[in-house]
């Protein structure tokens, strides 16, 4: 009893090595473009997503400026009603604001310093030059 190749065999001894290679190469390539489609189809998802969240947060940003403006208001007519003075009582108010606007800048600021970038890619990137120089050395 001999063994009958079965038809993959059959196809794989009949088909050249440059066919193979080919087949391969299609395959390949098409597996690239569905995974790209793929990617493709989740950025925009996580894009929509990430709008979304952004002007959520963005209308409790502006929500809670219009908090802050009339507490400050408050403040100012609570201070007013104790010193007998509205136009002092602003001043009052605007001077605490100033002061958080000072602290605030203040430490931004020194944040700000301490920001380095990306020194470990720019490092990296710099060897790329020198690795391709030694795999052409050793061709």
């Known amino acids: 009893m001999t063994d ?5 065999q059959q196809k794989a001894a009949d088909t050249s090595l440059g066919d193979l290679v080919g087949e391969v190469s299609r ?3 098409n597996l690239m473009r569905k995974e790209l489609e793929l990617a493709k189809a989740e950025l925009s998802e996580s894009a929509k997503r990430a709008g979304m969240g952004a002007g959520l947060l963005g209308g409790a940003g502006y929500a809670a400026v219009m908090a802050v ?5 408050a403040l100012w007519w609570a201070l007013g009603d104790l010193i007998d003075s ?9 001077v605490i604001w100033a002061v958080i606007a000072g602290v605030l800048y203040a430490v931004g600021r020194n944040r700000l310093k301490t920001v380095q970038g990306a020194p470990q890619t720019v490092e990296t990137v710099k060897e790329i030059p020198e690795a391709l120089k030694r795999n052409e050395e050793n061709r």
């Open 4 to 8: 009958m190749p079965t038809p993959s």
């Open 69 to 73: 403006f009339f507490l400050s208001v």
């Open 27 to 29: 395959d390949l390539s």
């Open 86 to 94: 509205l136009g002092w009582s602003a001043v009052i108010v605007a």
